[in-house]
Nanobody, 121 residues
Framework: QVQLVESGGGLVQAGGSLRLSCVASGDIFSIKTMGWYRQAPGKQRELVAKLVPGGRTNYADSVKGRFTISRVNANNTLYLQMTSLKPEDTAVYYC???????????????WGQGTLVTVSS
């Protein structure tokens, strides 16, 4: 079993910054992808930023230049540094992990519980 625990959400004024963290633990064998998604009230969940094989990163157009995704391999921690926050960034942010385990070579899709980010105007 694999678990994700997110932290770092909160209330911030427009123009401010926050850093989200996501710690992955459990039966992790080989991480393929790690990323952040968000879901605003009344909207579908959308990709914010993602690390993919080869060291590439994908960002939503709406966050390019403002958000930075990074990972510390040693402790399987994923970060999302968010700057110049806007009210439209308000959402629940979810960490996502694509990994194989020691007992299953099939890619496992794991989600965290989410952390709320609220940006006031």
């Amino acid at each position: 079993q694999v678990q994700l625990v997110e932290s770092g959400g909160g209330l911030v004024q427009a123009g401010g910054s926050l850093r989200l963290s996501c710690v992955a633990s459990g039966d992790i064998f080989s991480i393929k992808t790690m990323g952040w998604y968000r879901q605003a009230p009344g909207k579908q969940r959308e990709l914010v930023a993602k690390l993919v094989p080869g060291g590439r990163t994908n960002y939503a157009d709406s966050v390019k230049g403002r958000f930075t995704i990074s990972r510390v391999n040693a402790n399987n921690t994923l970060y999302l540094q968010m700057t110049s926050l806007k009210p439209e960034d308000t959402a629940v942010y979810y960490c996502n992990l694509g990994t194989t385990t020691t007992t299953n070579s099939r890619l496992l899709d794991v989600w965290g519980q989410g952390t709320l980010v609220t940006v006031s105007s």
